[in-house]
């Protein structure tokens, strides 16, 4: 049986997988799915509903059994009646990006975004992180004007003055410091874990128990190189964006990765209650189809088998 794997930039943790053979010495017959390929669906209304590609694509047979997103994609794979599973998380990633405006704008608090264009790329962590923000504000999705961006270029648009706020990221987030002085609204830290996560469809993970233990092991393996070795982890990002034409600063894809924890670990009641909040503010706020119970993706094995691979893997 193939094994197919959909990765994207985004999920770090994937792409140096994908690009370090170990998963291959496992399972010999592994294909990877570069999800930037896949047929975009139509976009959908940033002011009332998320994309779902992710979630639909573990259910396509041009998809993947396996994937590693961010916070956000999980509760809209189970909001659309796709029969998840968790597979694991990492650690928090608190540094990884806030909620920012510029200096000149005079925004100075989540409270004055009532009526901006607030930039995201929505369906990611970046809904999420924004949603958490506006509730401690007192405010709610239809307050402001929501504009979708990709993870990154949101930054061009802040410095073009098209955003009044944006939710940045590094690396990217990095260009935009040095280009203006910055504003922090709200930094992640102060809102909620921001793991990264993976997860597989529930028919995978019961029929392919000993096949999913070796993704996970693989993964772990690939996450504790990274961590020993973040500039050569680096350098597979800085060459994936120029063989795109683009270009890309070595140094700030390094300081990235640093500042980014890896590893698999098993979900948490702590994590799960965070994903439940995301899950109960999305649908108040006309962004899900329906309402969301996340412990209904949560199989208690596949937490044991991630943990006893964790501690082999210290061991090791």
Do not use: C
């Not at 998320?50 to 993947?64: K, N, T, V």
């Not at 993870?151 to 590094?170: I, K």
């Not at 995978?204 to 190189?225: C, K, N, T």
């Amino acid at each position: 049986m193939t094994i197919r794997i959909g990765y994207f930039p985004h999920n770090n943790s994937l792409f140096v997988l994908r690009h370090r053979g170990i998963l291959e010495r496992a399972l010999p017959d592994i294909e990877w799915v570069d999800l930037r390929t896949l047929a975009q669906p139509a976009p959908v209304d940033v002011k009332t509903g998320l994309p779902s590609q992710h979630s639909d694509w573990l259910f396509d047979e041009r998809g993947y059994d396996f994937i590693g997103t961010g916070f956000t994609p999980p509760i809209t794979a189970l909001a659309n009646d796709r029969d998840i599973v968790y597979v694991g998380i990492s650690g928090p990633r608190i540094e990884n990006g806030r909620l920012v405006a510029t200096a000149v704008s005079g925004i100075t608090s989540v409270a004055d975004l009532r009526g901006k264009r607030v930039g995201i790329a929505h369906g990611s962590w970046q809904t999420t992180l924004l949603l958490f923000a506006l509730e401690r504000a007192g405010l709610g999705w239809s307050d402001i004007e929501p504009v979708n961006t990709d993870v990154h270029d949101g930054g061009s648009l802040l410095l073009r003055g098209e955003l009044d706020a944006w939710v940045g990221a590094y690396p990217g987030l990095a260009a935009v410091e040095s280009a203006a002085e910055l504003h922090t609204l709200i930094d992640t830290e102060s809102l909620f874990s921001h793991p990264s996560l993976w997860f597989t469809r529930r028919d995978f993970a019961e029929q392919h128990r000993e096949e999913l233990a070796a993704i996970i092991a693989a993964l772990q393996e690939s996450d504790a190189w990274i961590i020993e070795n973040p500039r050569a982890a680096a350098q597979y990002f800085v060459d994936d964006v120029i063989a795109r034409g683009g270009s890309a600063d070595l140094d700030a894809w390094e300081a990235a990765l640093r500042g980014r924890p890896f590893g698999v670990g098993a979900v948490t009641a702590e994590f799960l209650d965070e994903q439940q909040h995301a899950a109960d503010l999305l649908a108040a706020n006309g962004l899900l189809p329906k309402q969301v119970t996340v412990r209904a993706g949560v199989l208690p094995w596949i937490g044991e088998l991630v943990e006893s691979g964790r501690g082999a893997a210290v061991a090791g």
